[in-house]
T-cell receptor
Framework: NAGVTQTPKFQVLKTGQSMTLQCAQD?????MSWYRQDPGMGLRLIHY???????DQGEVPNGYNVSRSTTEDFPLRLLSAAPSQTSVYFC???????????FGSGTQLSVL | RKEVEQDPGPFNVPEGATVAFNCTYS??????FFWYRQDCRKEPKLLMS???SGNEDGRFTAQLNRASQYISLLIRDSKLSDSATYLC?????????????FGTGTRLQVTL
């Protein structure tokens, strides 16, 4: 029962570097999403996808790109990392119906 | 005004106590409601959905008041293992996808 697999768990970047956070799910969920979680801010939606080939922006999309070439994978790309992107990132998927999101274990990202 | 507001706590209660959390939401068109639990440095997990008539799951009771736009979570007979952050989540169907908005969470610490 893998569920949602997210890698890496920890990452340190220098300002200006780029990287990709990987997310894969094996539940055949159409909906996948990326959140960031910051102290006092709650979880904020970065980008989401309702199926392969379809992506859309969430609440805080600037500085991030996504693509969805398969149902299983939904990578998040940081184009040019900034200290303001220091955060904990969660990937999540959702089956049909309302509300039950399955989260990956998170990535602690620090940008120096 | 935040879309979903919660008292951040912490709520420090002794084992066996009853504790209640409230959450208010601003969009009256919100359609479904949930409580998630998040342990320290872990991913959020669905605790329970919240139904209009109120619902119970063991020691946990959730209530929804649409007129006043708040939801509540009651925990009876608190256990040490209930120590966590409880996230209020509100869903709004946008047509193409669900928009899930998270509160910042209420931290509960149950002590001996």
């Amino acid at each position: 029962n893998a569920g949602v697999t997210q890698t890496p768990k920890f990452q340190v970047l220098k300002t200006g570097q780029s990287m990709t956070l990987q997310c894969a799910q094996d539940m055949n969920h159409e909906y996948m999403s990326w959140y960031r979680q910051d102290p006092g801010m709650g979880l904020r939606l970065i980008h989401y996808s309702v199926g392969a080939g379809i992506t859309d922006q969430g609440e805080v999309p600037n500085g991030y790109n996504v693509s969805r070439s398969t149902t299983e994978d939904f990578p998040l790309r940081l184009l040019s990392a900034a200290p303001s992107q220091t955060s904990v990132y969660f990937c999540a998927s959702k089956g049909p119906g309302y509300g039950k999101l399955f989260f990956g274990s998170g990535t602690q990202l620090s940008v120096l | 005004r935040k879309e979903v507001e919660q008292d951040p706590g912490p709520f420090n209660v002794p084992e066996g106590a009853t504790v209640a959390f409230n959450c208010t939401y601003s969009n009256s068109a919100s359609q479904s409601f949930f409580w998630y639990r998040q342990d320290c440095r872990k991913e959020p997990k669905l605790l329970m959905s919240v139904y209009s008539s109120g619902n119970e799951d063991g020691r946990f009771t959730a209530q929804l008041n649409r007129a006043s736009q708040y939801i509540s979570l009651l925990i009876r007979d608190s256990k040490l293992s209930d120590s966590a952050t409880y996230l209020c989540v509100v869903n709004l169907n946008t047509g193409t996808a669900s928009k899930l908005t998270f509160g910042t969470g209420t931290r509960l610490q149950v002590t001996l």
